[in-house]
């Protein structure tokens, strides 16, 4: 048996497969986005227990090569994360992975992230979900996480054809400290709940192919503001190689930037001839921004 008939051996009907179509043929984006085209030429495929969704769209998008794909299960028992974390993702989450064929220049790797966290995000709030961003790659509500992305590309002369978006999504399932789950958000903030995995599958679908259609339209400099409108650290206080700095943004390639103020005591780093505010430009991983004092948690089968 090939690993596309496993795969469809694994379909199951716990999820509704009409029910999810008709949820994506409704509006979940702000009506000032443009739809059209945005969510033509996935194929859907619904699972119930897989490794990890990112891979199970890896191969399927081997196996169909002019396709894009939308993989959901109910459960993970290898779900990836950022800096090859793994660990299992149990019922009442959503995990989502969207395969898509695309043409971006490398250095745009970092912004496939921050342009579909942003999209999630707009999506959710359309639904009076309050969330925010946290760099690089979580959904947060109150501080707490609510979800995760996972962005996974293939590079070829130095542009990106093809990328695998991974995202989880608290739901019904039980969460760490430093987490939050839709039910309860809806439940403390009287908010109307989603209370179908499809429709809250729909929304992140919609969210995704609407955002990356938009700003792979747009210039990148309008997409900067829109995205830190969102995103919670700006102003937070962080420390990197022993020096405290404060976060400014994010660059037109993604990364974070932060200004650092040497004092007298501190070693300048490299590059810095002086002791005034220096900005800096800051990769994934070579800052810690946390979830208060407890760091951040597993949450939502994305980190």
């Not at 794909?69 to 992975?97: D, F, M, N």
């Not at 921050?114 to 707009?122: F, Q, V, Y």
């Not at 919670?232 to 974070?256: A, C, D, F, K, R």
Request: proline share 5%.
């Amino acid at each position: 048996m090939t690993k596309t008939e496993m795969m469809e051996e694994r379909e199951t009907m716990t999820l509704d497969r009409a029910l999810l179509e008709s949820e994506l043929n409704q509006t979940y984006f702000p009506a000032n986005f443009s739809i059209a085209g945005s969510l033509s030429n996935y194929a859907l495929h619904l699972l119930d227990t897989v490794d990890s969704t990112n891979s199970i769209a890896w191969s399927l998008l081997k196996a169909q090569p002019s396709q894009n794909v939308a993989v959901i299960a109910q459960r993970q028992t290898a779900g990836r994360g950022q800096r090859g974390h793994q660990w299992q993702s149990e019922s009442g989450g959503l995990y989502l992975s969207l395969g898509i064929h695309l043409d971006l220049p490398v250095s745009r790797a970092l912004l496939l992230t921050l342009t579909s966290a942003w999209g999630i995000a707009i999506a959710l709030r359309h639904q009076q979900i309050p969330v925010k961003l946290k760099w690089l790659n979580d959904l947060v509500v109150d501080g707490r996480k609510l979800g995760g992305i996972l962005t996974e590309s293939r590079i070829r002369q130095g542009r990106i054809y093809q990328a695998v978006i991974g995202v989880g999504i608290n739901w019904t399932n039980a969460v760490p400290e430093t987490g939050i789950s839709l039910q309860r958000i809806c439940q403390e903030q009287q908010i109307p709940p989603i209370d179908r995995l499809e429709t809250l599958g729909a929304i992140v679908i919609q969210g995704i192919s609407i955002s990356l259609t938009h700003w792979q339209q747009q210039d990148i400099a309008a997409f900067l503001p829109a995205y830190e409108s969102l995103l919670m650290n700006l102003g937070q206080s962080v420390v990197y190689q022993n020096i405290p700095g404060q976060v400014l943004g994010i660059t037109p390639t993604g990364e974070l930037r932060v200004s650092l103020q040497p004092g007298s005591s501190e070693a300048i780093p490299q590059g810095c001839g002086q002791r005034c505010p220096v900005e800096v430009c800051l990769k994934p991983g070579e800052v810690g921004l946390g979830y208060g004092e407890q760091g951040s948690g597993r949450v939502g089968g994305r980190e």
